[in-house]
């Protein structure tokens, strides 16, 4: 079970952190990630950490702007969004690698379990 908070309205330059709370699994076990989908686009990823803690990847899109993070004692994954971008607005989702242990990845179908998503929305 994965539940995404934090998101919101706010003015391009600005910054957000989203939350991602899980239950139901060994969440030290389990590599996360980020995805997001704008309005009539597809779902596409943003960030990922691996299982323990030690290792990231970002979309170009994003890299230098924001920061994936996780506290495995608080079964929490964090998106750090600085810089935020009108481009940016979309619905953020959280994600469970579908294997323990599992390396980086960074497509869709290697993450079958997502929480129900926050809204980010950037104005220019």
């Known amino acids: 079970h994965l539940v995404e908070s934090g998101g919101g309205l706010v003015q391009a330059g600005g910054s957000l952190r989203l939350s991602c709370s899980a239950s139901?699994?060994?969440?030290?076990?389990?590599?996360m990630a980020w995805f997001r989908q704008a309005p009539g686009k597809e779902r596409e990823f943003v960030a990922s950490i691996l299982w323990s803690g030690g290792t990231t990847d970002y979309a170009d899109s994003v890299k230098g702007r924001f920061t994936i993070s996780r506290e495995n004692s608080r079964k929490t994954v964090f998106l750090q969004l600085d810089g935020l971008k009108p481009d940016d607005t979309a619905d953020y989702y959280c994600?469970?690698?579908?294997?323990?242990?599992?390396?980086?990845?960074?497509?869709?179908?290697?993450?079958?379990?997502w929480g129900p998503g926050t809204q980010v929305t950037v104005s220019s």
């Open positions: 139901g699994f060994d969440f030290s076990a389990y590599t």
């Open positions: 994600a469970r690698h579908r294997m323990a242990r599992g390396g980086l990845t960074v497509m869709p179908y290697d993450y079958p379990y």
